[in-house]
């Protein structure tokens, strides 16, 4: 076993990196894809359930990528982006983009909004960012952005919880 949140001579019981997976699959997330744009015509997304609201005033969320993600260069660089949360049914797009694919957004319905970003069509809500804060957290980058602009649709949204993608509300 190795000790993960475990420091030299720290008498905590170890635990191991699947141990942490799993605890940490019990909290359902949301599901969402953050885009920006990587230069002329060209944009980055990635599905990421480590999103979250951090502030009202001023409006903030986070998420967060991984350091060892190609996509990372491009959002690092990025002075807007936006945040496409998804509905019930765009598992298989949270699928793509969580996957290495030659053009993610090839045949994927968007339009441009203020940041320059993709506004995935079928969203439920969707989340234009100005970069706020970056900080390095562990083997990650947490990103913080205030948000600009906001519109919401209609339906249930995309929930990861255990492994597996579900289903939470009905949009009312």
């Given at each position: 076993?190795?000790s993960?949140g475990?420091?030299?001579?720290d008498?905590?019981?170890?635990?191991?990196?699947?141990?942490?997976?799993?605890?940490?699959?019990?909290?359902?997330?949301?599901?969402?894809?953050?885009?920006?744009?990587?230069?002329p015509?060209?944009?980055?997304?990635?599905?990421?359930n480590?999103?979250?609201?951090?502030?009202?005033?001023?409006?903030?969320?986070?998420?967060?990528?991984?350091?060892?993600?190609?996509?990372?260069?491009?959002?690092?660089?990025?002075?807007?982006?936006?945040?496409?949360?998804?509905?019930?049914?765009?598992?298989?797009?949270?699928?793509?983009?969580?996957?290495?694919?030659?053009?993610?957004?090839?045949?994927?319905?968007?339009?441009?909004?203020?940041?320059?970003?993709?506004?995935?069509?079928g969203?439920?809500?969707w989340?234009?960012?100005?970069?706020?804060?970056?900080?390095?957290?562990?083997?990650?980058?947490?990103?913080?952005?205030?948000?600009?602009?906001?519109?919401?649709?209609?339906?249930?949204?995309?929930?990861?919880?255990?492994?597996?993608?579900?289903?939470?509300?009905d949009?009312?």
């Open positions: 076993m190795s993960l475990r420091a030299a001579g008498d905590r019981p170890a635990f191991d990196e699947r141990q942490f997976r799993d605890a940490l699959a019990q909290f359902a997330t949301g599901v969402t894809i953050v885009c920006t744009r990587a230069g015509g060209r944009y980055v997304g990635f599905t990421a480590s999103f979250n609201s951090v502030s009202l005033a001023p409006p903030l969320v986070l998420w967060s990528l991984a350091r060892r993600s190609a996509s990372l260069a491009a959002f690092e660089a990025a002075d807007r982006y936006a945040v496409n949360v998804l509905s019930a049914g765009q598992a298989e797009l949270a699928r793509r983009f969580s996957r290495p694919h030659a053009d993610r957004f090839a045949g994927v319905g968007h339009r441009l909004g203020w940041s320059d970003a993709p506004l995935i069509d969203c439920v809500a989340l234009e960012c100005r970069h706020h804060a970056r900080h390095a957290a562990g083997d990650h980058i947490v990103f913080i952005g205030e948000v600009v602009t906001v519109e919401r649709a209609k339906g249930g949204a995309l929930v990861f919880h255990q492994g597996r993608f579900g289903q939470v509300g949009g009312a």
